[in-house]
Every structure is written in C-alpha cells, then in structure tokens.
C-alpha cells in the first residue's frame, strides 16, 4: 500500500482535500519498529509526529527509581507526539510499542505546513487534545475515589468491546500492564481479578478472552 492509501487510514488527515493529501503523503517516511522498544523518551526534543498505521503502543512516565505509570494506549488510526511539537517543549511521556508497529512519520516543519495549509486540521487537534485531557479527566477520578476493584473494573470496560449483547475483553492486557494504569502492584491486580471471576463478575471464555458483566463491573 502506498503512503497515500495509508495516510487515508488515519483519521487525523480526513479532512485533506485530495491534493493536501497528496503533498502530505510525499513527505511522510514510514518506519516499522520492533514489540517492547522506545520510540522516544519523556524530556526528548522533538522533530517528528507519529502516525500508528499498525501495532498499538504504550504512553507511560516513570519516575526516578523506574517507577511506571501508563498514560494511554493507543492503536491503529491514531497518533502521538503532537504535544511537544505545537508548544516546542520537551517530549511530556514516553513511548513504547506493545507489538510491532508501522508507522508513518511526518516531520515538525512540514505539520506546522499542514496545519497552515488547512485551518479544519487544528481544528481535529483541538478535538483530539480534548478527547485527551477528558480521558485523563476520568482517570484522575478514578484514582482519586475509586478503590482498587473499582480501578480495575474500569480499566477491563475501557479495553473491552461490545459484541451483541455481551461485552467481551479480547485484547491481551497483562497484569503488569494493569497496574501501571492505576497505581497497583501486579500480585495486587491479579488477587483482585482472581476475586472478580470468583464473584462471577469475569467469566473466562476458552478462546482466551474474558466476559465480563458491565452492568456490575461499573457499579463497582
Ligand atoms: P509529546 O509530548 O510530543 O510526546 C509524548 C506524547 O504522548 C504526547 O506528545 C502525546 O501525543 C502523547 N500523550 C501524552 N499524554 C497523553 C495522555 N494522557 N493520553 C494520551 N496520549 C498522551
């Protein structure tokens, strides 16, 4: 597939005329990058945007002793690192892939030239950057009043898809992973999942994935 057709994959540029789409998609360079590496780190300088045309990736900060939180997680059809190149700070977070990635990159100079060059562009940013900060508006709440069963229990709905009636968690999410997203320890996590699926409220299926019941997940 050409940088065009996959440019077109990605919801960002939907609103490019035929010809903006075409100028975009001579300066993208593509760039594929192996399962659990950086792409760049928190405090970086940044030069580039990244387009994820495949593979999902991980947001995450740590602290001084390596102490990990994860931020977001975020897959085909989105893209990251917009932040620090609209206010010229230093990279905010951390990325690494959760699998292999594609990516198309598109550089700071010709993204300032995009965003010139059709106005509606910032204006899907602007949109992006609040989808954004209400996510985080949600898991702020959730640390900040949410015990530890009701943090899971959200984080399980949030991957989750709807499949008919029943609600289906399908994507591999490890322990590890889970408790990065809340502020728990994995031996934490997993007693608290080993709980939920005794109480009925994850049922494991035998092709891998869980079901879990919403209605009294999100009550918890
Ligand atoms: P940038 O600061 O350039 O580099 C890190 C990127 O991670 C950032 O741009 C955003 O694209 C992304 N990012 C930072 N914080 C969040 C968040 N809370 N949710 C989703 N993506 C984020």
Redesign the pocket.
């Known amino acids: 597939m050409d940088n065009r057709a996959l440019l077109k994959r990605v919801p960002l540029f939907a609103v490019l005329s035929e010809e903006q789409l075409d100028i975009v998609a001579r300066v993208v360079v593509r760039e594929r990058i192996s399962k659990g590496r950086e792409v760049?780190a928190?405090g970086e300088i940044?030069q580039t945007l990244y387009l994820i045309i495949a593979g999902r990736t991980k947001?995450q900060r740590a602290d001084a002793e390596g102490k990990e939180v994860i931020?977001?997680v975020?897959g085909s059809g989105e893209?990251?690192?917009?932040?620090?190149?609209i206010d010229d700070?230093?990279?905010?977070?951390?990325?690494v892939t959760l699998e292999a990635c594609e990516f198309l990159t598109v550089r700071k100079d010709d993204f300032k030239r995009a965003l010139t060059m059709n106005p509606e562009l910032a204006n899907v940013i602007m949109r992006g950057l609040v989808k954004?900060l209400r996510?985080?508006d949600m898991?702020i709440e959730s640390l900040a009043l949410l015990d530890v069963y009701g943090r899971v229990a959200r984080v399980l709905l949030e991957f989750s898809e709807l499949e008919g009636d029943r609600r289906v968690l399908r994507d591999k999410l490890p322990r590890q992973d889970v408790a990065k997203m809340i502020g728990a320890s994995r031996e934490m996590v997993s007693r608290v999942m080993k709980g939920l699926e005794l109480d009925g409220f994850l049922v494991p299926q035998e092709d891998g994935s869980i079901l879990l019941h919403e209605s009294r997940l999100s009550n918890l």
């Open positions: 760049f928190a940044s947001v931020l977001a975020l893209y990251f690192g917009e932040m620090s190149l700070q230093p990279r905010s977070a951390t990325v954004r996510e985080a898991k």
